[in-house]
Nanobody
């Protein structure tokens, strides 16, 4: 599986961005549980959001609950992260990743494929 994340950019605080993660190389549906992570300079990569194979179950990190929404379109092999009410502390490289339904969605070690990351910068 190859994952390509895009859609990042520079936005003012309070603004919105939608990230996309396009998957290729194998069937995307039932075997692929998808997550978004982010990594700010000097910090460890942290969990942002997760979605199960059919989009029926989603999970979010506390700092983004109520502001971010993860969705997927299996027909397009794509996962999205809608980010609203952005804050300067959301500034980071954002990564999408794929895993099977084993291990915890919260930890990077549970994911076996990673995209290249897309930079999100929120100015105050």
């Amino acid at each position: 599986v190859q994952l390509q994340a895009f859609g990042g950019g520079l936005v003012q605080a309070g603004g919105s961005l939608r990230l996309s993660c396009a998957a290729s190389g194998r069937p995307f549906g039932m075997s692929s549980f998808m997550g978004w992570f982010r990594q700010a300079p000097g910090k460890e990569r942290e969990f942002v959001a997760h979605i199960n194979w059919n989009g029926g179950i989603t999970e979010y990190a506390d700092p983004v609950k109520g502001r971010f929404t993860i969705t997927r379109d299996n027909a397009k092999n794509t996962v999205y992260l809608q980010m609203n009410s952005l804050k300067p502390e959301d500034t980071a490289v954002h990564y999408c990743a794929a895993r099977t339904n084993s291990g915890s969605y919260f930890y990077t070690k549970s994911y076996y494929y990673w995209g290249q990351g897309t930079q999100v910068t929120v100015s105050s």
